[in-house]
Structure formats: structure tokens, C-alpha cells
């Protein structure tokens, strides 16, 4: 079983609707990020999370919000869809006092029209 | 912040063809990844070198971090080779600053 799951893996939308991405991990870490892809890009950070209890923007947050429900899980949720949302989506994951490599989730395509 | 600039771009190469893709940063990092990304959209880690030289079967990387430039070679390519090579840093000690890849195509 893959280390990083994220569900959906795609997902079609409309504008105006809300939506929530899931992401979680077998892997033990405590720190857990959301990136977006758009064509031609590298990933840029939505929001991360340091533990239970810290999560923190991240350069591109405006219109998501999270949820870190347990070490494990970590959801992105997008209030109001709009179509420059769409975007490829991954989670990601570390571990505290590692060497500091992260880990990536399959990645979920959404698009919203 | 960071700046990430991978070279080239594009890339097209016949199989069996080696080739080396350039990644260079405008500061001191603390972690630098290789990533590769199939067409599928998938992120495959290559490798974790934020120093020195690694190798993975046909792939190797080689980081001068007082130089600030990481290099990823790959011999004798494989049309599976293809998709976009992605080179990140560990800049602010939460997140990767990722470069905007590298396009690699292997033909047959």
C-alpha cells in the first residue's frame, strides 16, 4: 500500500461549489503540506501543518482552508470553487528531526468549471 | 526568496542517449530533491542530496552546495525516462521552492 494516499484522485467541479480533498499517510511523520501544480509550473505551497495543533499558510492560501484531523490526516478544502482552482493538487509529508526529505502523494487532477 | 532555475528546459534525446540536467539556487539550502514526474502527473522521488554525489542505477546526482548548483545525470535513457525532471530546496525550513523542471522526451 502507497506511504501518501490522497482521495479523490480526480474530481470534476462546478463553480461555486464546496469541495474537500483528503490526505493520508502510513509513513509515522508529523509535518504535512498541500501543494498545487499548474501546467508548465513547478508546486507552490498552500498550507502546512507541524502537528495536531499548528498549521500555518503558506504562500498561496487565499480561498483554501485545511483541517489536520490527526497526525495521520490532513484536508484541503476549497469554500467556493472558482475555475483558477484548477490545478493539480499533492500532499506532502516529513518527518521532524529527519533529514528533512518529504514525500508525495499520487496527486488529485481537479477541475472546475 | 529562493530563486530555482533548471536547464535546459526541454529536452529531447534518443533512447540510449545520456544527458545532464543543471539546477541552480541563489542561496544556501538545507535540503535539496530530485523529483521526476511521469506522465501520469505522479512525483517519484529520485533523490535527497543536499551535498555530494548519489547513484540509483542509470541515475546520479551531484550537489556543490558552496556553488549552489545540483546536477542529475542519466545514462543510457530509457523511453520510461520520460516526463519532467523536478529539482527542489529546502529554503525557509518548511517548504520546497521548486524549479519549473525540466521536459525530457526519449524516442524510440
Known amino acids: 500500500d502507497a506511504d501518501v494516499t490522497q482521495t479523490p484522485r480526480n474530481r470534476i467541479t462546478k463553480t461555486g461549489k464546496r469541495i474537500m480533498l483528503e490526505c493520508s499517510q502510513t509513513k509515522g511523520h508529523d509535518r504535512m503540506y498541500w501543494y498545487r501544480q499548474d501546467p508548465g509550473l513547478g508546486l507552490r505551497l498552500i498550507y502546512y501543518?507541524?502537528?495536531?495543533?499548528?498549521?500555518n499558510k503558506g504562500e498561496i492560501s487565499d480561498g483554501y482552508s485545511v483541517s489536520r484531523q490527526a497526525q495521520a490526516k490532513f484536508s484541503l478544502s476549497l469554500e467556493s470553487a472558482i475555475p483558477n482552482q484548477t490545478a493539480l493538487y499533492f500532499c506532502?509529508?516529513?518527518?521532524?528531526?529527519?533529514?528533512?526529505?518529504?514525500?508525495f502523494g499520487p496527486g488529485t487532477r481537479l477541475t472546475v468549471l | 526568496g529562493i530563486q530555482v532555475e533548471q536547464s535546459p528546459p526541454d529536452l529531447i534525446l534518443q533512447e540510449g542517449a545520456n544527458s545532464t540536467l543543471r539546477c541552480n539556487f541563489s542561496?544556501?539550502?538545507?535540503?535539496l530533491q530530485w523529483f521526476h514526474q511521469n506522465p501520469w502527473g505522479q512525483l517519484i522521488n529520485l533523490f535527497y542530496?543536499?551535498?555530494g554525489t548519489k547513484q540509483n542505477g542509470r541515475l546520479s546526482a551531484t550537489t556543490v552546495a558552496t556553488e549552489r548548483y545540483s546536477l542529475l545525470y542519466i545514462s543510457s535513457s530509457q523511453t520510461t525516462d520520460s516526463g519532467v525532471y523536478f529539482c527542489?530546496?529546502?529554503?525557509?525550513?518548511?517548504?520546497?521552492?521548486f524549479g519549473k523542471g525540466t521536459s525530457l522526451l526519449v524516442t524510440p
Open positions: 542530496i543536499p551535498s
Open positions: 542561496d544556501s539550502v538545507n535540503n
Open positions: 527542489a530546496v529546502l529554503y525557509s525550513g518548511y517548504a520546497l521552492n
Open positions: 506532502a509529508t516529513r518527518l521532524a528531526g529527519g533529514n528533512n526529505e518529504q514525500f
Open positions: 501543518s507541524f502537528d495536531v495543533k499548528d498549521i
